[in-house]
Nanobody
Framework: QVHLVESGGGSVQAGGSLTLSCAAS????????MAWFRQAPGKQRDWVAV????????YYADSVKGRFTISQDNAKNMLYLQMDLLKPEDTAMYYC???????????????????WGQGTQVTVSS
């Protein structure tokens, strides 16, 4: 059975940093698209960062580019999101997602992923 479990969320002031972690069991990251999405209250779930299979191709949403860094440790089956220079608009529930055969066109859409964590809340105060 597949499980993705996020951790590392919390409350920080603007300009601060957090590192989110996603621990996977029941699957191996190799060959999978891995992604972080976020959803603020009353808004749709949007992609934040995606890493393609192999780990060499990474995409960032414009809103986080230069501030967030996605990384993975295949040996530990862990996915990370380092978030720096946090802004109040980064406040959201953050989810990790994974799946095979997503493709670069569909990798920015939440419906392309079948495996999700339960989410971890990030709150940034001004």
């Amino acid at each position: 059975q597949v499980h993705l479990v996020e951790s590392g969320g919390g409350s920080v002031q603007a300009g601060g940093s957090l590192t989110l972690s996603c621990a996977a069991s029941g699957l191996t990251f190799g060959g999978m698209y891995m992604a972080w999405f976020r959803q603020a209250p009353g808004k749709q779930r949007d992609w934040v960062a995606v890493v393609a299979p192999g780990g060499h191709i990474i995409y960032y949403a414009d809103s986080v580019k230069g501030r967030f860094t996605i990384s993975q440790d295949n040996a530990k089956n862990m996915l990370y999101l380092q978030m720096d220079l946090l802004k109040p608009e980064d406040t959201a529930m953050y989810y990790c997602a994974a799946d095979w055969f997503v493709g670069w066109v569909r990798c920015f859409t939440d419906r392309s992923y079948n495996y999700w964590g339960q989410g971890t809340q990030v709150t940034v105060s001004s």
